[in-house]
């Protein structure tokens, strides 16, 4: 399914559980996919744009990543809406605080950006590093999150 955003198109797909994926580059869609968790992900997240909702309760059906990966979305989830953490504070709450560039790697593979907020995890100093991988509008589209949450200033 196919959404519009203040950031750019985005796809959601989803299984008979839980939301699978969102993505910024066109997905193909699950056949099995639950046409209600879809349309409560699109709710949702037309809600999380408009600043309205905080919080996402659309069920989550996560069904890749390495264990590791797998703590460090769960970690990511925790993050409350308006506040960050570096990537050295996830490191710790997976308790691997050597792991840093590791947890930009869970990041960037993260399947559910937005709904596991990646996107407050910024560097030691402050500085915004990388979203989605080395997409060249990754910068710019965390910069419009972390801005919607107050998170930065215009």
């Known amino acids: 399914m196919k959404i519009s955003t203040p950031i750019g198109p985005l796809w959601l797909d989803?299984?008979?559980?839980?939301?699978?994926?969102?993505?910024?580059?066109?997905?193909?869609?699950?056949?099995?996919?639950?046409?209600?968790v879809l349309a409560l992900a699109r709710k949702e997240l037309e809600e999380y744009f408009s600043g309205t909702r905080q919080v996402f309760t659309v069920p989550l059906s996560i069904q890749r990543g390495s264990e590791f990966q797998q703590s460090v979305w769960y970690a990511l989830g925790k993050i409350?809406?308006?506040?960050?953490?570096?990537?050295?504070?996830?490191?710790e709450a997976v308790n691997r605080p050597k792991a840093a560039r590791a947890i930009g790697q869970a990041n960037r593979l993260n399947p559910l950006p937005i709904i596991i907020p990646c996107h407050r995890v910024i560097g030691q100093n402050g500085q915004l590093t990388g979203y989605m991988g080395s997409a060249e509008n990754g910068l710019?589209?965390?910069?419009?999150?972390?801005?919607l949450e107050n998170i930065l200033s215009k």
């Open 140 to 147: 710019l589209i965390k910069r419009k999150l972390l801005i």
């Open 80 to 91: 409350p809406y308006g506040e960050s953490r570096t990537y050295k504070q996830i490191a």
């Open 14 to 36: 989803a299984d008979a559980v839980g939301l699978t994926s969102v993505s910024f580059q066109l997905i193909q869609e699950n056949q099995q996919a639950d046409p209600q």
